[in-house]
């Protein structure tokens, strides 16, 4: 059997606050629970960066921002395991502003979206997946930047199950 290759990553999550992490988390556990998958934490990606580049808690204290509200627009689904089934977001300047604090590049977020699950599935299963979530909400706050260390590629289930933190600011 070939070895996997992986590499060290650090990941920069948005974090929707209380209430509204309240209700993704429970989607994901029951989500996680019917399909035997794994459990995480809600998230929007903001960055991956190599686990080498800068240390998290130095990049995490050069963020000078306010919580972010995004307005939420679909549940989704696609092909990639980081992307099963997710909930779509409109992108606003103050995302794009944030993800770029984060690192000397010019980030840009694509597709901002907050995942429910992770699991290779049929299509059929994913879009019916996707038709009978209904949110509760028309918009999220994110209040909070977490820095998570992972393993690149996440390709299974095992590869969610080794993330941790390693760094959090409140955005104020």
């Given amino acids: 059997m070939p070895t996997r290759r992986s590499t060290n990553a650090i990941a920069y999550w948005l974090i929707p606050a209380k209430a509204e992490r309240e209700l993704f988390r429970e989607i994901i556990r029951i989500l996680a629970e019917q399909l ?17 580049e800068e240390l998290p808690g130095k990049v995490l204290k ?11 627009r679909e549940i989704g689904w ?15 300047p103050a995302l794009q502003r944030l993800a770029s604090a984060l690192t000397s590049d010019a980030a840009v977020i ?10 290779e599935l049929p299509t059929a299963t994913k879009k019916e997946l996707a038709r009978t979530i209904q949110l509760p909400f ?3 706050t994110f209040d909070a930047v977490q820095a998570v260390c ?23």
């Fill in 36 to 52: 035997g998958a794994a459990q995480f934490e809600p998230h929007l990606t903001l960055l991956v960066t190599a686990n080498n």
């Fill in 62 to 72: 050069r963020i000078k921002a306010s919580p972010v509200r995004l307005t939420f």
């Fill in 78 to 92: 696609s092909e990639a395991f980081t992307k099963t089934l997710f909930a779509r977001f409109e992108s606003r």
């Fill in 110 to 119: 694509r597709d901002p979206h907050v995942s429910l699950l992770y699991k």
């Fill in 138 to 140: 028309r918009s999220v």
């Fill in 150 to 172: 992972c393993a690149l590629p996440t390709r299974r289930r095992a590869d969610v199950e080794v993330w941790r933190a390693v760094g959090r600011r409140q955005l104020r």
